[in-house]
């Protein structure tokens, strides 16, 4: 039987039949899944590598947008220093009414301690 291996093997070399088959082991196919299964996946992690250096360009959607061109108009000095004026001038104003109201506030609060009869130092008890 073995001379007719040798020879059957010698002229079909890639033969699958009963006499060239092979006794396979439980570690040899656990093996070749696992070879098949590396195999995969270092085609799928080349293809991914090359995917990265070379993504497909998409073509950019083209827009109508009208693009407008800045305008940078430099304000006179004399134009800006009378805004910053006019702007010192009306914070001052607030100032000024925002002092009066607390003025009239408190004249208020005077006059009603007066009415309620309130004294303007209280008195302590005696030995307080």
């Keep these: 039987m073995g001379v ?3 020879f059957h093997q010698i002229f079909r070399p890639n033969c699958d039949c009963n006499i060239c088959s092979r006794p396979s082991c ?3 196919e656990v093996l070749e899944s696992q070879l098949l299964f590396e195999r995969a996946q270092n085609q799928q992690l080349i ?4 995917n990265l250096t070379n993504p ?3 073509e950019p959607t083209k827009r109508n947008v009208e693009l407008k061109p800045i305008h940078t108009v430099g304000i006179p000095w004399r134009v800006k220093q009378q805004m910053m004026e006019e702007e010192d001038r009306k914070s001052a104003q607030l100032k000024r009414e925002k002092e ?3 003025e009239a506030n408190k004249l208020t609060t005077e ?3 007066k009415e ?3 004294p303007d130092k209280p008195e302590l008890p005696p030995g307080a």
Excluded: A, P, Y
Excluded at 47 to 50: F, W
């Design 4 to 6: 007719i291996k040798f």
């Design 26 to 28: 439980n570690k040899c």
């Design 47 to 50: 293809q991914n590598l090359i």
């Design 56 to 58: 497909i360009k998409e």
């Design 100 to 102: 009066l109201e607390k």
């Design 111 to 113: 006059e009603l301690e």
């Design 116 to 118: 309620l009869g309130i």
